[in-house]
């Protein structure tokens, strides 16, 4: 297997590896099935696609060449067969990349979701995110079809198509539009972070989860002018996205995986059955490996509702009251959600 071959594999594996780890912990611990598991799930097999027809289309390559090797080459009918297969696998390979990006901007957008859903302004906006993300999605798989003209241009091999096929209108659009869509996820949570009343410890650990979205944007900037100096190279286009997505896949299911860690800790830590929630009717008995995961986000959704509900003295002291289990009442409830 060629290093390109060996890397994109790599990448692909890993990216694959940390979605089951994903799935199979909420498994393991027992947590609903969310959208954000569906999304995964799907993200996997999105995955598993786009490594099949990428190694294909490597191999056989494309009909994305230089002047200089048309110059001097002579294509046999075999290999123009292979180089139109290699082509049409790439607008293939070219929307799975767009889908699987757009999903996992999805998975996170959903565990946010549920950070910022007691936020007045947050319900809108996460509609509104949702809106964006559509609207984007939309129009980079719109670029991947519309640059050459005629459509069979993008598979041609001879005549030369021109540099059509090298897609660099649609790699700026994606890439514009991926880094403005991540931007707007690292805000999302800006807002709480800034409200709650947590240590500086824990405020750096939350800066740092809701930051490392930058790791992205970064390899985007980076990936985009490498991509237009080797525009004839779609080996090192398809390397450099599928490091890309490696990333986003991390970023994205990182603060999931992250709540799982401290669920597992009170599963080790709390006898099963002895959490209490309160309920219209009173304690009711919980089974705590159906409660989601309470993250240092969750904690920080807590407090800011919290602190917005009082506004004296009292309330703040019932707020550090604890039940018999040494729960508060207030986080058991925040359990439940």
């Known amino acids: 297997m060629s290093d390109p071959l060996a890397t994109i594999w790599t990448c692909c594996s890993l990216a694959i590896l940390i979605m089951a780890t994903r799935l199979l912990m909420g498994r393991y611990c027992r947590t609903k099935w969310d959208a954000g598991d569906s999304l995964t799930a799907l993200a996997i097999f999105c995955s598993i696609a786009r490594i099949a027809f990428t190694h294909v289309l490597i191999v056989w390559k494309t009909n994305n060449v230089s002047d200089e090797y048309r110059a001097t080459h002579r294509f046999t009918q075999q290999e123009i067969f292979h180089r139109e297969m290699g082509s049409k696998f790439t607008l293939i390979a070219r929307s799975l990349y767009i889908s699987l990006l757009w999903i996992q901007k999805l998975v996170l957008l959903m565990f946010y979701r549920h950070l910022v859903k007691d936020m007045p302004w947050g319900k809108p906006t996460v509609l509104l995110y949702g809106v964006v993300f559509a609207v984007t999605f939309c129009g980079s798989i719109i670029s991947t079809f519309v640059e050459c003209r005629p459509f069979h241009l993008y598979w041609q091999v001879i005549p030369d198509p021109g540099n059509c096929c090298q897609a ?167 359990q439940n959600q």
């Open 168 to 334: 660099l209108v649609q790699l700026y659009l994606v890439g514009i539009t991926n880094m403005c869509t991540d931007l707007m996820l690292i805000f999302l949570p800006i807002p709480v972070l800034l409200k709650v009343r947590l240590s500086l410890v824990k405020k750096l650990q939350l800066g740092f989860l809701f930051s490392i979205g930058f790791m992205i944007i970064i390899i985007t900037a980076v990936r985009i002018p490498f991509t237009v100096q080797s525009r004839s190279s779609e080996t090192i286009r398809i390397t450099w996205t599928t490091g890309e997505l490696l990333a986003a896949t991390f970023v994205a299911n990182a603060p999931k995986l992250y709540s799982f860690r401290h669920l597992v800790q009170r599963r080790n830590s709390v006898p099963f059955g002895n959490l209490h929630r309160s309920g219209p009717h009173g304690p009711q008995p919980m089974d705590d490996l159906e409660t989601p995961a309470i993250s240092i986000t969750e904690v920080a959704t807590l407090r800011v509702k919290n602190s917005d509900s009082s506004g004296t003295t009292g309330n703040t002291k019932n707020e550090g009251s604890v039940n018999g289990d040494g729960k508060s009442p207030r986080l058991m409830s925040s």
